[in-house]
């Protein structure tokens, strides 16, 4: 299942499950790892995740979400690709991971998320260059010219100020 641009759910669902818990579990497995750090372009997240965040925002309790994913599993099941959907898959079907989901989204909400300094840079940066993504595609096709260098300094400071805002590091 692909997110459809279309339909209504607020932009902080979307940008809790992209940031709050996609970029956040590469974060956090980044920091496990020796290698040297690459920078993913990940997917935008399925509109399954979107709607359980959007609950979990919307204040739903634990025990109701649980309830919610397995009659999202049952009714969805065949139609997900686990090659691709591997993630939701993991959150429908296991406790663990549905927790983790959960605990994730309400974090990024409260603008109290448990990590480290290193992992909020991380962040950041993905938030950041999404959104000069995001604006210099605006500009190419409202105007069909690429972003000029005043702009491309404005679209930066508006980046930073935005991943400030979103991204909070509980000390």
């Given at each position: 299942?692909?997110?459809?641009?279309?339909l209504?759910?607020?932009?902080?669902?979307?940008e809790?499950?992209?940031?709050?818990?996609q970029?956040?579990k590469?974060?956090?497995?980044?920091?496990?790892?020796?290698?040297?750090?690459?920078n993913?372009?990940?997917?935008d997240?399925?509109e399954?995740?979107?709607?359980l965040?959007?609950a979990?925002?919307?204040g739903?309790?634990?025990?109701?979400?649980k309830?919610?994913?397995?009659?999202?599993w049952?009714?969805?099941?065949?139609?997900?690709?686990?090659?691709?959907?591997?993630?939701v898959?993991?959150?429908?079907t296991?406790?663990?991971?549905?927790?983790?989901?959960?605990?994730?989204?309400?974090?990024?909400?409260?603008?109290?998320?448990r990590?480290?300094?290193?992992?909020?840079?991380?962040?950041?940066?993905?938030?950041i260059?999404?959104y000069?993504?995001?604006q210099?595609?605006?500009?190419?096709?409202?105007?069909?010219?690429?972003?000029?260098?005043?702009?491309?300094?404005?679209?930066?400071?508006?980046?930073?100020?935005?991943?400030?805002?979103?991204?909070?590091?509980?000390k």
């Amino acid at each position: 299942m692909e997110h459809n641009k279309n339909l209504s759910y607020s932009n902080e669902a979307f940008e809790a499950v992209r940031y709050g818990f996609q970029y956040r579990k590469t974060s956090e497995e980044l920091a496990k790892s020796d290698s040297d750090r690459l920078n993913f372009c990940l997917p935008d997240p399925s509109e399954i995740l979107i709607f359980l965040a959007e609950a979990i925002i919307g204040g739903i309790v634990y025990d109701a979400l649980k309830s919610i994913a397995v009659k999202t599993w049952s009714k969805f099941k065949d139609q997900l690709s686990l090659n691709k959907e591997q993630e939701v898959y993991n959150i429908l079907t296991k406790d663990d991971d549905l927790v983790e989901f959960y605990t994730y989204i309400r974090e990024f909400h409260e603008k109290s998320m448990r990590i480290t300094e290193q992992q909020e840079k991380y962040i950041k940066e993905e938030v950041i260059a999404d959104y000069n993504g995001e604006q210099a595609s605006i500009i190419f096709s409202k105007y069909k010219r690429h972003v000029s260098i005043t702009e491309q300094l404005d679209i930066n400071k508006e980046a930073h100020k935005k991943a400030d805002i979103i991204i909070v590091r509980k000390k």
